[in-house]
């Protein structure tokens, strides 16, 4: 099976590519959401982290 599998992406003109892109989605995510723990507020935070534990009158009529 991996045979099949190995032959067939080596029949791919430029899959080389697709592992390079992977990797470049990957580390601009985790960039991008270091930044944002890094510059969100702690009132934000705390208000994000209570959301659950919040009473709403939605969930009670349900």
Known sequence: ??????????TIDGVA???MISLLI??????LLGWWVLT???????EMGELPLEDND????L
């Open 17 to 19: 590519n697709y592992p």
């Open 1 to 10: 099976m991996l045979k099949f599998v190995k032959n067939h992406m080596e």
């Open 40 to 46: 969100a507020t702690k009132e934000h935070i705390k």
């Open 58 to 61: 939605q969930q009670n009529k």
């Open 26 to 31: 990957f580390f601009v995510f985790f960039v």
